[in-house]
Every structure is written in C-alpha cells, then in structure tokens.
C-alpha cells in the first residue's frame, strides 16, 4: 500500500483557528484550544453587542435631544408627550439630528409643539 501523509485538513483548519484569533493575548493566539474558547466567547459578545448598540444609540439621540430641549425651557418627556398629542411623526433619530445641525428648525418645532 502507498503511503498516505495526512494532516493538510487539520492544519488548515488549526492556521484558521489560529488566524481569527490574531491580536489576542497570552495563549489565546497561539494554543488551539484556547483560542476556540476565545472565538466563541467573543462570537457571543459581538451578537449581545449588536444587540446592545442599539439601546446606546437611542440613548444618546435622547442625551442630545434633552440637551437641546434644555435650552429651550422644556423636558424631554413632556415634550415627546407632546409630540405623540400633536400627532407629529418624528422619532427620536430624526428629531437629534435635527438638533444638532439644524437649530432653526428644531426650535420651530419645539415652538409648534407648545
């Protein structure tokens, strides 16, 4: 029988283990099984984070949208509570932005709303 060197698989697929966890600390870049701890733990973090990112965005489109409120005389809450009364279809996205590059506008909408 010929002889069959074997391994070209697994050392593929070591060299991609190994490749994803470039730039990783200690023996999290160079021991296999470490390193594929290391990629599904952060393959986990990266989904939440997704996830989370979101929440922080809105978060900060109301941090300005309050800020800018604040110079106008009014709260946040009472002045999306107004918002929803009027009718007026803007979220809060639009309405940051809004604040933040065109001030005109907002205050025309911030003196619509009251």
């Known amino acids: 029988m010929p002889r069959v060197k074997r391994g070209t698989i697994s050392v593929k697929r070591r060299k991609n283990v190994l490749a994803k966890t470039k ?8 021991k296999e099984t470490m390193a594929r701890t290391a990629i599904r733990k ?5 989904f939440q984070d997704r996830r989370k990112k979101k929440g922080v965005f809105r978060a900060t489109w109301i941090i300005r ?7 106008h005389g009014e709260s946040y ?22 604040a933040r590059d065109h001030t005109k506008a ?4 911030v003196d619509q709303v009251k």
């Open 77 to 98: 809450s009472k002045f999306i509570k107004k918002l929803s009364d009027k009718k007026i279809l803007l979220n809060r996205k639009m309405l940051s932005q809004i």
């Open 106 to 109: 907002f205050e025309r909408i």
């Open 42 to 46: 952060a393959g986990q973090h990266s």
């Open 23 to 30: 730039g990783f600390r200690h023996g999290r870049k160079s």
């Open 65 to 71: 949208m309050n800020a800018a409120l604040t110079a």
